[in-house]
């Protein structure tokens, strides 16, 4: 769906994103990760057709996306910092967007309203943030476009809300195919959500993984040694990570939990158990291995 090659994009001496390469495929949850300044909110403008690249290209279905009106009427933006015409109502919006995209649909939108706590008819000005974010979504999911691009999408949203939007887009994922990417500093927001994930710092890619792959490669094990372990004991794994606390080990390892957890009772342990990596242990001890410092660039 997206694919971008040699991607630049400079604003006057800072150079935001640099010979970046990535593809994202139809249908599929995207999650951009980074820090401030790593050039997520840029590349999605790109993605969107707002910017035009400085270098290299990005095309959404085989097309470039700048100055492509056929294209960008199947492409969503919602950005960080929302806009809304002035003095408009949700009802006015609505309408505003039918112009655009001819496939915005009345019946989606009239359900929406049932399912977002939002009277159509009131100013989006007096709106606080988090319902500003919620008409953004309604009307972005309205449009029913093929690509869904969310900056930031879950920020001002409680709970709740939070959890009836990732059900929407996962419905319309479902049923139609789209494709969506969201960038967030959040890595626990997105890792019930997205299947593939990617990590953005200094404008490139540094990497990115089918987000089952990449847990699949890690394991957490908890082991007791009440008896104490000696470091000879650990030569047989691939240790990312070893924290003692009294008799109890715990292990960030490469490979399976399984078979980490029975190497350990072989070398005197008496408890061993394996427990699920989050997203956000993956990604530093990655970036460990290629010699990022992950201080610098999640939070």
């Known amino acids: 769906m997206i694919k971008a090659q040699s991607l630049v994009k400079c604003f006057g001496d800072f150079t935001a994103l640099s010979s970046l390469d990535t593809e994202i495929h139809a249908g599929s949850i995207y999650g951009l990760v980074g820090s401030n ?69 009345d019946t989606k939108y009239k359900k929406l309203c049932t399912i977002f706590p939002l009277d159509p008819r009131q100013k989006l000005g007096t709106f606080s943030k988090g319902m500003k974010r919620q008409a953004a979504l309604l009307l972005a ?9 969310l900056d930031e999408a879950f920020d001002g949203l409680d ?38 994930v990617g990590l953005l710092h200094q404008g490139k890619i540094l990497f990115e993984r089918e987000l089952d792959e990449l847990k699949l490669g890690f ?17 047989g794994l ?34 061993a158990e394996g427990v699920p990596l989050t997203l956000e242990e993956v990604f530093i001890h990655e970036m460990e291995a290629v010699g990022y410092d992950y201080n610098n660039i999640l939070f």
């Open 37 to 105: 300044g790593s050039g997520k909110s840029t590349f999605l403008r790109l993605a969107s057709g707002v910017y035009m690249p400085d270098g290299g290209q990005v095309t959404v279905a085989g097309e470039p996306v700048y100055e492509n009106i056929a294209v960008k009427e199947r492409i969503f933006f919602v950005a960080d910092d929302l806009y809304f015409l002035p003095q408009s109502t949700l009802e006015e919006m609505a309408t505003f967007y039918k112009q655009i995209y001819r496939r915005f649909s």
């Open 159 to 196: 709970p709740v809300m939070r959890g009836a939007v990732k059900k929407l887009l996962s419905d319309d994922i479902a049923s139609r195919e789209m494709t969506v990417v969201i960038t967030s500093h959040n890595l626990r927001e997105l890792e019930d959500l997205c299947d593939h």
């Open 219 to 235: 394991c957490k094990v908890h082991a007791a040694f009440p008896q104490g372990m000696d470091d000879a004991a650990l030569a």
């Open 141 to 149: 999911l309205s449009c029913e476009p093929d690509l869904l691009l």
């Open 238 to 271: 691939n240790v990312m990570q070893a924290v003692r606390t009294g008799s109890l080990v715990t292990l960030v390892v490469r490979g399976n939990s399984a078979e980490a957890s029975d190497y350990l009772l072989r070398q005197g342990a008496v408890f």
